[in-house]
C-alpha cells in the first residue's frame, strides 16, 4: 500500500469515526442540567411566587397563604434557617398535618452530598435539597 493510499484510509477511518460519534451525540436527548432555581421554578413557584414572596399564581385558592421565603433568614433573627427550611421542603410538618406543602420525596432521591448545616456535622444529605435550599438562602432580604 503506498503513502496516497494510506492517507486515503486514515482519513475515512476518521471521517466513520466522526459520523459514529455525531449520530450518538443526536441520538442522546438534550437535557438542561437541574439547579436549585430550577427546582425552584418548578416545584415552588406556583404558591410562593417567581420572587418567593408567596404570590404565586396557585396562592388565592389555597387556605392559608404561602410563606413570603425572602424573609425566612429575617424571621430567624438575621441567621438563614438551613435545617428548617430543609425539614420543610423535605415534607416535614412538625407534626400538623394542614401544611399545604407538597412531598417532594420522588425529587430528592439519588445523589447525596456531605452538607454543615452549621452544627460542625456533615451529613449526607440529597443534593437538590441541598441545591433548592442554598437557592433560598441567595433571595433573602438584605
Known sequence: M???EMKTKRSIT???GLAAFSL???CT???TPTTGRSDYATYCADCHGASGKGNGPAAASLSK???DLTTLALRNGGTFPSLAAMGKIHG???GRSESA???FGAILDGKTVLFDAGDGIETP???RLVALTKYLQSIQQK
Do not use: R
Open 125 to 127: 444529605t440529597p443534593w
Open 29 to 31: 436527548p438534550e437535557t
Open 92 to 94: 416535614g410538618t412538625m
Open 24 to 26: 450518538i451525540a443526536a
Open 101 to 103: 406543602m407538597p412531598e
Open 65 to 67: 397563604a404561602p410563606s
Open 14 to 16: 476518521i471521517l466513520t
Open 2 to 4: 503506498h503513502e496516497g
